[in-house]
């Protein structure tokens, strides 16, 4: 099992930044490769980025490229979001979630295991 704890959520106005941290217990951390999903009302769950074990490799959904930054502290067993020229169309709870394979994967039912969220609301 892991459990993974999300925070750093928050208001903020367009244009503004946020940092959202993920904090993972319970087995190895580095064995997992690390997402970051996000939900808006009434929307389905929508793959924002993710980052390979070692931190090496990054992905990022083609609506975020060049805004967000996702970054992990092996040694911290935490993954981060840094989230950059927000917009109001950011406005989601953001997950994040771990999988086992070897490779990043947008798709959601990939993950095994995923946080309970915080809620980020970016007003215009």
């Known amino acids: 099992q892991v459990q993974l704890v999300e925070s750093g959520g928050g208001s903020v106005q367009a244009g503004g930044s946020l940092r959202l941290s993920c904090a993972a217990s319970?087995?190895?951390?580095?064995?997992?490769?690390m997402g970051w999903f996000r939900q808006a009302p009434g929307k389905e769950r929508e793959y924002v980025a993710g980052?390979?074990?070692?931190?090496?490799?990054?992905h990022y959904a083609d609506s975020v490229k060049g805004r967000f930054t996702i970054s992990r502290d092996n040694a911290k067993n935490t993954v981060y979001l840094q989230m950059n020229s927000l917009k109001p169309e950011d406005t989601a709870v953001y997950h994040c979630?771990?999988?086992?394979?070897?490779?990043?994967?947008?798709?959601?039912?990939?993950?095994?295991?995923w946080g309970q969220g915080t809620q980020v609301t970016v007003s215009s």
């Open positions: 980052i390979s074990r070692s931190g090496e490799y990054t």
């Open positions: 319970g087995r190895t951390f580095s064995d997992y490769i």
């Open positions: 979630a771990a999988r086992r394979g070897p490779v990043i994967i947008v798709d959601a039912l990939a993950y095994d295991y």
